[in-house]
């Protein structure tokens, strides 16, 4: 279970325990943010896309969108998501707990500028009723080898 495999990565930092589990689905933003109390905007929503054969993830603030000519411009290449059949053999969480932690060997992280503008974010941890809360320099830390980008788009641009 992908929780489980979450668990067992964030046990080597000692925060195993932040894991926040709940009765009721936080699968979307919105029902994350219901579950957690607090702003659609400050869930760290983790998207699966591919570049050419390769799977990425992209961790972007709630309320930010994919911005195609700034994807375009950084990736090379049009932004193409994974299907949700793809994202669970490809990333190794399903769609609704997908997270940049315990992923599979080789797929690459980004995290979105759009998260900066926050002290702490609520990333999904593996299913689709877990979260954590994790500062900025936390979620660059536990997210492994990860790069900053700026390809998305908030609601006011």
Not at 39 to 58: D, H, M, Y
Request: hydrophobic share 40%; net charge negative; charged share 25%.
């Amino acid at each position: 279970m992908s929780i489980e495999n979450v668990k067992n990565y964030f046990q080597k930092y000692g925060i195993d325990n932040k894991i926040l589990e709940f009765d009721v689905s936080s699968a979307t933003v919105e029902l994350a943010a219901e579950a957690l109390h607090t702003e659609g905007c400050r869930i760290a929503k983790t998207l699966s896309f591919k570049v050419g054969e390769n799977p990425i993830l992209i961790v972007c603030a709630g309320d930010a969108k994919i911005d195609n000519s700034k994807y375009k411009a950084t990736f090379g290449a049009k932004a193409k998501m994974l299907t949700p059949d793809e994202v669970p053999s490809l990333i190794g969480h399903a769609v609704g707990g997908v997270c940049p932690f315990a992923i599979n060997a080789g797929v690459k992280v980004y995290l979105d500028k759009s998260l900066k503008r926050f002290e702490t974010v609520f990333p999904a941890c593996g299913s689709s009723n877990s979260a954590i809360e994790l500062t900025i320099p936390e979620l660059e830390r536990y997210s492994g080898e990860c790069s900053w980008v700026d390809v998305c788009k908030l609601p006011a641009e």
